[in-house]
Antibody
Framework: QVQLRESGPGLVKPSQTLSLTCTVS??????????WSWIRQPAGKGLDWIGR???????NYNPSLKSRVTISVDTSKNQFSLKLISVTASDTAIYYC?????????????WGRGTRVTVSS | QSVLTQPPSVSGAPGQRVTISCAGS?????????VNWYQQLPETAPKLLIF???NRPSGVPDRFSASKSGTSASLAITGLQADDEADYYC???????????FGGGTKLTVL
Protein backbone atom coordinates (compact mmCIF):
# COMPACT_ATOMS: atom_id res chain seq x y z
CA GLN A 1 0.00 0.00 0.00
CA VAL A 2 1.50 3.30 -1.09
CA GLN A 3 2.24 5.81 1.66
CA LEU A 4 3.56 9.34 1.34
CA ARG A 5 5.33 11.54 3.85
CA GLU A 6 6.20 15.21 3.54
CA SER A 7 9.31 16.71 5.09
CA GLY A 8 11.02 20.08 5.17
CA PRO A 9 11.47 23.26 7.19
CA GLY A 10 8.47 24.44 9.13
CA LEU A 11 9.54 28.08 9.02
CA VAL A 12 10.64 30.08 5.98
CA LYS A 13 11.52 33.77 5.84
CA PRO A 14 9.67 36.10 3.47
CA SER A 15 11.25 36.37 0.00
CA GLN A 16 13.12 33.10 0.50
CA THR A 17 12.50 29.68 -1.06
CA LEU A 18 10.21 27.04 0.39
CA SER A 19 11.56 23.53 -0.23
CA LEU A 20 9.68 20.35 0.63
CA THR A 21 10.21 16.68 -0.14
CA CYS A 22 7.70 13.87 -0.36
CA THR A 23 9.00 10.36 0.28
CA VAL A 24 7.02 7.51 -1.24
CA SER A 25 6.98 4.07 0.35
CA UNK A 26 5.17 0.88 -0.57
CA UNK A 27 5.46 1.66 -4.25
CA UNK A 28 7.89 2.96 -6.85
CA UNK A 29 7.81 6.40 -8.39
CA UNK A 30 9.64 4.81 -11.33
CA UNK A 31 6.73 2.50 -12.14
CA UNK A 32 5.33 5.15 -14.45
CA UNK A 33 1.77 4.46 -13.38
CA UNK A 34 1.18 7.65 -11.43
CA UNK A 35 1.50 11.39 -11.30
CA TRP A 36 2.77 12.91 -8.06
CA SER A 37 1.11 16.07 -6.81
CA TRP A 38 1.41 18.86 -4.29
CA ILE A 39 -1.66 20.48 -2.71
CA ARG A 40 -1.79 23.11 0.01
CA GLN A 41 -4.30 24.33 2.57
CA PRO A 42 -4.01 27.69 4.33
CA ALA A 43 -5.19 27.58 7.91
CA GLY A 44 -8.95 27.43 8.12
CA LYS A 45 -9.31 27.52 4.35
CA GLY A 46 -9.83 25.17 1.43
CA LEU A 47 -7.53 23.12 -0.75
CA ASP A 48 -5.41 24.48 -3.60
CA TRP A 49 -3.72 22.27 -6.18
CA ILE A 50 -0.13 23.41 -6.72
CA GLY A 51 1.09 21.10 -9.43
CA ARG A 52 2.24 17.62 -10.37
CA UNK A 53 5.18 15.73 -11.83
CA UNK A 54 5.46 12.53 -13.81
CA UNK A 55 8.29 10.01 -13.63
CA UNK A 56 9.77 11.51 -16.81
CA UNK A 57 9.97 14.90 -15.16
CA UNK A 58 7.09 16.38 -17.10
CA UNK A 59 5.13 18.82 -14.98
CA ASN A 60 1.83 20.68 -14.80
CA TYR A 61 1.36 23.70 -12.56
CA ASN A 62 -1.49 25.82 -11.23
CA PRO A 63 -1.38 28.94 -13.44
CA SER A 64 -1.61 31.16 -10.37
CA LEU A 65 1.66 29.74 -9.01
CA LYS A 66 3.45 28.72 -12.19
CA SER A 67 5.97 31.55 -12.17
CA ARG A 68 7.21 30.58 -8.69
CA VAL A 69 6.92 26.78 -8.55
CA THR A 70 9.17 23.92 -9.52
CA ILE A 71 8.26 20.30 -8.89
CA SER A 72 10.86 17.64 -9.57
CA VAL A 73 11.30 13.90 -9.10
CA ASP A 74 14.25 11.87 -7.82
CA THR A 75 13.60 8.25 -8.76
CA SER A 76 16.80 7.06 -7.07
CA LYS A 77 15.42 8.18 -3.72
CA ASN A 78 11.75 7.48 -4.51
CA GLN A 79 11.03 11.10 -3.74
CA PHE A 80 9.57 14.16 -5.38
CA SER A 81 10.06 17.74 -4.33
CA LEU A 82 8.45 21.16 -4.31
CA LYS A 83 10.25 24.48 -4.53
CA LEU A 84 8.36 27.74 -4.20
CA ILE A 85 10.38 30.93 -4.58
CA SER A 86 9.81 34.45 -3.29
CA VAL A 87 7.41 33.35 -0.57
CA THR A 88 5.13 35.70 1.33
CA ALA A 89 2.84 35.28 4.29
CA SER A 90 0.09 34.12 1.93
CA ASP A 91 2.13 30.97 1.27
CA THR A 92 1.70 29.92 4.90
CA ALA A 93 -0.23 26.65 4.75
CA ILE A 94 -0.24 22.93 5.34
CA TYR A 95 1.40 21.32 2.32
CA TYR A 96 0.26 17.86 1.24
CA CYS A 97 1.71 15.49 -1.31
CA UNK A 98 -0.55 12.98 -3.02
CA UNK A 99 -0.56 10.28 -5.65
CA UNK A 100 -2.62 10.64 -8.79
CA UNK A 101 -3.10 7.38 -10.72
CA UNK A 102 -2.65 7.75 -14.47
CA UNK A 103 -5.63 5.49 -14.99
CA UNK A 104 -7.71 8.10 -13.16
CA UNK A 105 -6.14 11.51 -13.70
CA UNK A 106 -6.96 14.28 -11.26
CA UNK A 107 -7.94 11.86 -8.49
CA UNK A 108 -5.75 12.23 -5.41
CA UNK A 109 -5.28 9.06 -3.37
CA UNK A 110 -3.59 8.59 -1.03
CA TRP A 111 -2.40 11.79 0.62
CA GLY A 112 0.49 12.36 2.97
CA ARG A 113 -0.18 13.57 6.48
CA GLY A 114 0.85 17.09 5.53
CA THR A 115 3.52 19.43 6.80
CA ARG A 116 2.86 22.88 8.17
CA VAL A 117 4.92 25.71 6.72
CA THR A 118 4.89 29.21 8.18
CA VAL A 119 6.33 32.17 6.32
CA SER A 120 7.53 34.70 8.84
CA SER A 121 10.61 36.70 9.69
CA GLN B 1 -13.08 32.29 -4.39
CA SER B 2 -13.21 28.64 -5.46
CA VAL B 3 -14.11 27.58 -8.99
CA LEU B 4 -16.44 24.95 -7.55
CA THR B 5 -19.08 26.34 -5.17
CA GLN B 6 -20.13 24.48 -2.05
CA PRO B 7 -22.26 25.63 0.89
CA PRO B 8 -19.98 26.62 3.80
CA SER B 9 -21.88 24.44 6.25
CA VAL B 10 -24.62 21.86 6.63
CA SER B 11 -25.96 20.14 9.70
CA GLY B 12 -28.21 17.29 10.69
CA ALA B 13 -29.21 15.17 13.63
CA PRO B 14 -27.93 11.64 14.11
CA GLY B 15 -29.69 9.25 11.78
CA GLN B 16 -30.80 11.96 9.37
CA ARG B 17 -29.80 12.52 5.75
CA VAL B 18 -27.87 15.50 4.49
CA THR B 19 -26.74 16.57 1.06
CA ILE B 20 -23.84 18.77 -0.01
CA SER B 21 -23.97 20.47 -3.37
CA CYS B 22 -21.07 21.33 -5.65
CA ALA B 23 -21.77 23.82 -8.42
CA GLY B 24 -19.39 24.01 -11.36
CA SER B 25 -19.45 25.33 -14.90
CA UNK B 26 -19.20 24.22 -18.53
CA UNK B 27 -15.41 24.27 -18.28
CA UNK B 28 -15.23 21.64 -15.56
CA UNK B 29 -18.12 19.47 -14.36
CA UNK B 30 -20.24 20.45 -17.34
CA UNK B 31 -17.47 19.40 -19.71
CA UNK B 32 -17.78 15.85 -18.47
CA UNK B 33 -14.83 15.71 -16.11
CA UNK B 34 -15.17 13.43 -13.13
CA VAL B 35 -16.04 14.76 -9.70
CA ASN B 36 -14.31 13.34 -6.67
CA TRP B 37 -15.20 13.95 -3.04
CA TYR B 38 -12.87 14.04 -0.05
CA GLN B 39 -13.55 13.84 3.66
CA GLN B 40 -11.24 15.74 5.99
CA LEU B 41 -11.65 14.82 9.64
CA PRO B 42 -10.39 17.40 12.16
CA GLU B 43 -6.60 17.78 12.15
CA THR B 44 -6.10 15.10 9.48
CA ALA B 45 -5.32 14.96 5.79
CA PRO B 46 -8.15 14.69 3.25
CA LYS B 47 -9.20 11.18 2.32
CA LEU B 48 -10.81 10.09 -0.93
CA LEU B 49 -14.48 9.42 -0.24
CA ILE B 50 -16.06 9.18 -3.70
CA PHE B 51 -14.31 8.89 -7.06
CA UNK B 52 -15.50 9.03 -10.63
CA UNK B 53 -18.71 10.86 -9.70
CA UNK B 54 -20.44 7.94 -7.94
CA ASN B 55 -17.95 5.28 -6.84
CA ARG B 56 -16.91 4.46 -3.29
CA PRO B 57 -13.39 3.20 -2.51
CA SER B 58 -13.32 -0.01 -0.55
CA GLY B 59 -13.96 0.64 3.11
CA VAL B 60 -16.26 3.63 2.62
CA PRO B 61 -19.73 2.84 3.97
CA ASP B 62 -22.67 2.83 1.58
CA ARG B 63 -24.20 5.58 3.69
CA PHE B 64 -22.13 7.84 1.45
CA SER B 65 -23.33 8.33 -2.13
CA ALA B 66 -22.91 10.93 -4.82
CA SER B 67 -24.34 12.00 -8.13
CA LYS B 68 -23.58 14.34 -10.97
CA SER B 69 -25.87 16.16 -13.36
CA GLY B 70 -25.07 18.89 -15.84
CA THR B 71 -22.70 21.37 -14.25
CA SER B 72 -23.29 20.21 -10.66
CA ALA B 73 -22.68 17.33 -8.34
CA SER B 74 -23.89 16.38 -4.90
CA LEU B 75 -22.87 14.19 -2.00
CA ALA B 76 -25.46 12.52 0.21
CA ILE B 77 -24.87 11.07 3.64
CA THR B 78 -27.60 8.97 5.22
CA GLY B 79 -27.85 7.66 8.77
CA LEU B 80 -25.70 10.49 10.09
CA GLN B 81 -23.22 9.52 12.77
CA ALA B 82 -21.20 11.70 15.12
CA ASP B 83 -17.93 10.67 13.49
CA ASP B 84 -19.17 11.98 10.14
CA GLU B 85 -18.38 15.46 11.45
CA ALA B 86 -15.78 16.71 9.02
CA ASP B 87 -15.09 19.02 6.13
CA TYR B 88 -16.12 17.71 2.73
CA TYR B 89 -14.56 18.87 -0.54
CA CYS B 90 -15.57 18.28 -4.14
CA UNK B 91 -12.85 18.27 -6.78
CA UNK B 92 -12.63 18.11 -10.57
CA UNK B 93 -10.57 19.29 -13.53
CA UNK B 94 -11.02 22.60 -15.28
CA UNK B 95 -10.08 22.81 -18.94
CA UNK B 96 -9.74 26.60 -18.85
CA UNK B 97 -7.26 26.44 -15.98
CA UNK B 98 -5.67 23.23 -17.24
CA UNK B 99 -5.53 21.89 -13.73
CA UNK B 100 -7.34 20.49 -10.76
CA UNK B 101 -9.88 22.54 -8.88
CA PHE B 102 -11.48 22.11 -5.48
CA GLY B 103 -14.65 23.39 -3.94
CA GLY B 104 -14.33 25.68 -0.94
CA GLY B 105 -15.35 22.90 1.41
CA THR B 106 -18.46 22.23 3.49
CA LYS B 107 -18.33 21.75 7.23
CA LEU B 108 -20.75 19.06 8.38
CA THR B 109 -22.01 19.37 11.93
CA VAL B 110 -23.87 16.49 13.53
CA LEU B 111 -26.25 18.03 16.05
Amino acid sequence: QVQLRESGPGLVKPSQTLSLTCTVSGGSISSGTDYWSWIRQPAGKGLDWIGRVYTSGNTNYNPSLKSRVTISVDTSKNQFSLKLISVTASDTAIYYCAREPMVAPWRFDPWGRGTRVTVSS
Amino acid sequence: QSVLTQPPSVSGAPGQRVTISCAGSPSNIGAGYDVNWYQQLPETAPKLLIFGNTNRPSGVPDRFSASKSGTSASLAITGLQADDEADYYCQSYDISLSGSIFGGGTKLTVL
